[in-house]
């Protein structure tokens, strides 16, 4: 039938896409250059039209090739994650996950990662730092399969979710600064010296939120430089450059003697989120936030 398409053609066609050239193509697909050709005249005439114009010197796609290649690679992506979820339900959580964390893993996050593995022991995990400029990226770029990150998270291609370790903010400020002799400081106070940022590429509303622009009442916060990590940002403060907003478990964690740490009232706690990409949800994702939530319904101060 011609509305009938063989998942071969399509994998042929989407190698094809990438090589440019029938020969590597067969190659890849352990097949000859003539089972190429037929491959792609039989996916032809089923859309009914030309997909590849090819010449003597070269191979390209055409402009309705093209089309049907945008919409053709996340569905094809689509069809083999559905088939690796039912490979994984049908053999029990098994494989790598890819753990991204932001902020400092605390013990209680650790214990929960152990109790993971200890009921799936098919699954082996790994645990990357994220950056502090780039705490969606390693997900978008298939880096890391789930991550712990700083709330807030408005990206419509991500899923939240448990959200844990809601953490009072402190100011990190240079012991030269007039902070330091202060025991506790009101988030207005803010309005009277930079503030650390994040730099791109963390979007704009969730740079706003680590670094805000004004106070609780609407005073503006002068902006100090932006960083694109941890460290660089309390170098940057313990330079009297600026004061950087931590939550309490960072300000403890990476503790240095330039530098004073100092509780600040009057915004909102800090939390930590757990997201993943919704197009590559997988069982073993599934089986990590299910023992994340498990351990908080348990103990809601895991952090």
Do not use: K
Request: proline share 8%; hydrophobic share 40%.
């Amino acid at each position: 039938m011609r509305g009938t398409v063989e998942i071969r053609e399509l994998e042929c066609f989407l190698i094809l896409a990438e090589e440019l050239h029938f020969g590597r193509t067969g190659e890849r697909l352990y097949v000859s250059q003539g089972r190429v050709s037929q491959l792609i005249r039989s996916l032809e005439q089923r859309v009914g039209g030309r997909l590849v114009d090819r010449t003597s010197r070269r191979v390209r796609l055409t402009p309705l090739g093209r089309d049907f290649l945008d919409d053709l690679r996340p569905a094809y992506a689509a069809v083999c994650d559905a088939v690796e979820n039912a490979r994984a339900a049908a053999r029990g959580v098994s494989g790598p996950l890819r753990i991204g964390f932001q902020g400092v893993v605390g013990y209680g996050f650790i214990d929960v990662v152990g109790e993971f593995e200890g009921r799936h022991p098919g699954c082996v995990t790994r645990i990357t730092e994220l950056p502090l400029a780039d705490p969606f990226g390693p997900l978008y770029r298939d880096e890391v399969d789930t991550a712990v990150v700083l709330l807030p998270v408005e990206e419509p291609t991500l899923v939240l979710g448990p959200v844990f370790s809601r953490q009072p903010y402190q100011v990190a400020a240079s012991r030269r600064h007039p902070f330091a002799t202060r025991t506790v400081l009101d988030a207005e106070e803010l309005a009277t010296t930079p503030l650390v940022g994040v730099a791109a590429p963390a979007p704009d509303y969730w740079r706003a939120a680590q670094a805000p622009t004004h106070t609780p009442s609407g005073a503006p916060v002068p902006r100090g430089p932006t960083v694109g990590t941890l460290q660089e940002g309390l170098s940057l403060v313990a330079a009297n450059r600026g004061v950087m907003l931590l939550c309490r478990p960072t300000s403890e964690y990476h503790h240095r003697q330039d530098v004073a740490y100092v509780p600040v009232t009057g915004l909102p706690d800090s939390a930590l989120g757990l997201v993943w990409r919704g197009d590559r949800e997988n069982a073993r994702v599934r089986a990590f936030a299910a023992a994340v939530a498990d351990a908080l319904a348990r103990d809601p101060g895991i952090g």
